[in-house]
């Protein structure tokens, strides 16, 4: 595609509810990542994929997160038991290789936990 | 561990003036590569210029230019004849060389710069 795109655009759900957002890479990048960006700050590092597998996953907050990428192109981050503090601004990245090359960002979904 | 401070919450610059934006960082490592980017309403944040730390030359992309200072550990951004689609929320971010578990790309807490016309 000609962009990082990403879905929903926006996302409401109640406490204690199942999300996932979606990420579709640009075509042919083999690395993508995962980022949260709470009001008011910067995006911080969630999850970095290389290919299928997750490469590293240390930004993860807990174990309610977790990320998959079955076929190394789309990626879905799927959000258990949704807190009131997860609402954010979740980016996802995708550059051609891997960390090192720059990364290129979708426009985000905004979630919103009511 | 790394961090990254941008001290300027809100700037403010006349259209077709020029503002520097300050960044200052923290690492121990002596390579690493610096970014600026730009997140307009849109939400997308757009690379605006990179800069890699062992090469002393100040990186330029046609309005935007930077000023690094390694031994200061600063790395602010000049842009050149502002204009209103300039506006937007500006981070400075750090990552090291090599891909560590424990390296990330890690953001300062942005500048948001208005442009007045």
């Known amino acids: 595609g000609a962009g990082v795109s990403q879905t929903p655009s926006n996302k409401v759900t109640e406490k204690g509810k199942y999300v996932e957002l979606r990420c579709d890479p640009i075509s042919g990048h083999t690395a993508l990542y995962w980022y949260r960006q709470s009001l008011g700050q910067g995006p911080e590092f969630l999850i970095y994929?290389?290919?299928?597998?997750?490469?590293?996953d240390s930004g993860l907050p807990n174990d309610r997160f977790f990320a998959v990428r079955p076929e190394g192109s789309v990626s879905t981050l799927k959000i258990q038991r949704t807190e009131r503090g997860d609402s954010a601004v979740y980016l996802c990245?995708?550059?051609?290789?891997?960390?090192?090359?720059?990364?290129?960002f979708g426009p985000g979904t905004r979630l919103t936990v009511l | 561990a790394q961090t990254v401070t941008q001290s300027q919450p809100e700037m403010s610059v006349q259209e077709a003036e020029t503002v520097t934006l300050s960044c200052t960082y923290d690492?121990?490592?002596?390579?690493?590569?610096l970014f600026w980017y730009k997140q307009p309403p849109s939400r997308q944040m757009i690379l605006v210029i990179r800069q890699e730390a062992y090469k002393q030359q100040n990186a330029t992309e046609n309005r935007f230019s930077v000023n690094f200072q390694k031994a200061a550990k600063s790395f602010s951004l000049k842009i050149s004849d502002s204009q209103l689609g300039d506006a937007a929320m500006y981070f400075c971010a750090y990552r090291t060389v090599t891909m560590n578990r424990d390296d990330k790309i890690i953001f300062g807490k942005g500048t948001r710069l208005h442009i007045l016309p």
């Open positions: 690492t121990s490592e002596s390579d690493y590569y």
């Open positions: 990245a995708s550059s051609l290789q891997g960390f090192t090359d720059t990364q290129y």
């Open positions: 994929f290389q290919g299928t597998g997750a490469a590293d």
